[in-house]
């Protein structure tokens, strides 16, 4: 049972990774984000950007079933994801942007149409989309993840917003 709002919320966080909605998060998932992500931006699998981006995709996967899967099937229930991923990530927000950073790294890569090391605001907005943001709550994410006001969001802004997005209650 989720005891607090604490808990509450990130539960809800829970759907953005059960990509499939299957009940679990898995392997597939995390998969299934990189595919999505690579058919938005017209990005080849094969290249070393798609090649990058599945790579990332994997080690996250490896990363939280590493935390949270506490009886090692492979997948992650809601309950695996509350008790296990929250109460130790809670404590150690960073460590959860590490585990996210090869991922989103090679994420923004692919959103990165311009190759200047960061995407557009319009298309990190894109990219949460796929990822499971409803478009008018990532049109405003994204923005906000703008903290230098030039119309670009490169990984130092992403990543540790991403981490408290997951671990931190307000």
Known sequence: MVSSDYERRIAARFAGFDQDGNGYIDREDFSGAAKALLAE???????????????????????????????????????????????????????????????????????????DGAATVADTARMLTILGVTEAVARTVAGALDTDGDGRVGESELVPAFARYFTVPE
């Not at 695996?80 to 090679?106: M, Q, S, Y």
Request: without cysteine.
């Open 41 to 115: 931006f017209g990005t080849p699998a094969r290249s070393d950007k798609g090649q990058a981006l599945y790579a990332g995709a994997e080690a996250f996967w490896q990363g939280m079933a590493g935390i949270a899967d506490r009886d090692g099937d492979q997948r992650i229930s809601r309950d695996e994801f509350v008790n296990g991923a929250v109460k130790r990530l809670r404590d150690n927000p960073d460590r959860f942007a590490e585990i996210a950073r090869p991922f989103l790294h090679a994420a923004l890569d692919v959103a990165d149409t311009d190759g």
